[in-house]
């Protein structure tokens, strides 16, 4: 079958979207064995996201996405003739060209409308109007998809969750002069916590400076901050924050980092610390522990379903929990080492290679060739089961 495969989020500068986006893509192309990917998009792609062998629609770009989806991608469409779209983040044309698999990321615009510019805030609506018009819609977790059900209204058995997982590249690495390369490179402090995430209010980055503001006040906390993420909507009111706080010092922003550094990152930090209000998935908390770096991250929405027993939960909504979660980690090397050792075995149970394959099964049931599991018997990943027999943290 030719399937059409939306690359709008395979942008230059690649952030949570884009990266399970170009994953998914890339492991498509290895299990679509006798099918034709054919990926269209309103602007030029990385190019380092497009596998060998899958074709690119060239056609004349359109710099606004949304528009770009109803006024042309239908035209797009009929051109291309595919048995099966699959648009990858949140909304698909409302005129309806072939049958459609919309991902739905997570459902922020309508549980924190106040963490997103005014300008996105439009494309709530059509993402409602995408997911009643969809054949199906894939989602990230159990929590994100009794989302979508429970504030889209859509029926059940139409949502398939799909698991994301690391990037191979995301391990343990031994070689201690690439380490020391990565420190030098980006004037990295010698013990750190590293946080990770575009710079924009559901990161919740505002609690983990007081936090960390609390530690250094109270306890002569030796570790820095150093937070990785693009600096998007609300850099400037975090840097004055910063100010105030008087953490000059003590916080370092790095801005955006190529893809590749990103693990040294994670090996090189005494601990990871992901304290957001709200995640589909929460990808970073995956790569930290594929890295072997102790995790403390939100007792809430997916997350607890991603980390199990291999992180340190906390409450994102109280800094207490999240500066006695890092000053107990920081105090005990045992417990760093025990989150450590089970964070890598639970990345074990994440996998591109199934999750492309359930993307194609999602594909096959639309059109009749194979009924997908439905998501009331759907397991967790690699036959574990999901979040209804998860014995972990589930305050979130």
């Known amino acids: 079958m030719r399937i059409a495969f939306d690359g709008t989020p395979l942008t230059q500068l690649l952030t949570g979207v884009g990266y399970f986006t170009a994953h998914q893509l890339r492991h498509l192309a290895k299990e679509a064995v006798g099918d034709e990917l054919v990926v269209v998009s309103n602007r030029e792609m990385s190019p380092e996201t497009i596998p060998e062998g899958v074709m690119t629609w060239r056609a004349h770009r359109f710099p606004i996405r949304m528009l770009w989806m109803q006024m042309l991608a239908p035209l797009v469409l009929r051109s291309v003739s595919p048995k099966v779209a699959h648009f990858t983040n949140s909304i698909s044309p409302l005129v ?38 969809a054949d199906a819609i894939i989602t ?21 969750i799909v698991y994301g997982a690391a990037a191979p590249g ?12 990565i ?59 910063i100010a105030a706080l008087g953490l000059e010092n003590d916080v370092m922003l790095t801005g955006y980092l190529p893809f590749s550094d990103l693990p040294a990152l994670y090996n ?22 594929a890295c072997g770096a102790p995790v403390i991250a939100s007792n809430s929405s997916s997350l607890p379903e991603v980390f199990g027993e ?30 450590s050792a089970k964070g890598l075995a639970r990345t074990a149970m994440f996998s591109w290679t199934t999750a492309a394959r359930q993307t194609l099964k999602v594909y096959r049931g639309i059109l009749g060739d194979q009924g997908p599991q439905g998501p009331q018997g ?19």
Not at 146 to 157: A, Q, T
Not at 176 to 181: K, V
Not at 332 to 339: F, I, M, Q, T, V
Request: hydrophobic residues 35%; proline residues 8%; positive net charge.
């Open 310 to 339: 291999a992180a340190e939960p906390v409450d994102p909504e109280q800094e207490e929990s999240i500066s006695g979660a890092i000053l107990k980690l920081v105090c005990n090397p045992g417990l760093r080492a025990e989150l």
């Open 183 to 241: 420190r030098r490179k980006y004037r990295l402090p010698e013990r750190f916590v590293l946080s990770l995430g575009t710079i924009e209010p559901r990161k919740n980055l505002p609690r983990l400076l007081n936090a960390f503001a609390r530690l250094k006040k109270a306890n002569r906390f030796p570790l820095q901050l150093v937070h990785v993420g693009d600096l998007g909507w609300g850099y400037q009111a975090l840097r004055r924050r």
């Open 268 to 289: 090189l930090c005494e601990l990871f610390v992901f304290p957001s209000l709200y995640e589909g998935f929460g990808l970073p908390v995956i790569e930290a522990m």
């Open 170 to 181: 995301f391990r343990r690495i031994t070689d201690q002069e690439h380490l020391e390369a």
């Open 96 to 133: 309806k060209v072939a049958p459609t698999v919309v991902t739905i990321h997570d459902m922020t615009l309508r549980l924190l409308p106040g963490s997103h510019p005014p300008r996105r805030r439009i494309v709530r609506v059509l993402v409602g109007l995408s997911a009643r018009r």
């Open 378 to 396: 759907h397991q967790g990943p690699q036959g574990h089961q999901g979040p209804q027999g998860h014995q972990g943290h589930q305050g979130r």
């Open 140 to 160: 990230l977790s159990e929590s994100a998809r009794n989302d979508i059900v429970r504030l889209l209204g859509v029926p059940s058995e139409r949502v398939h």
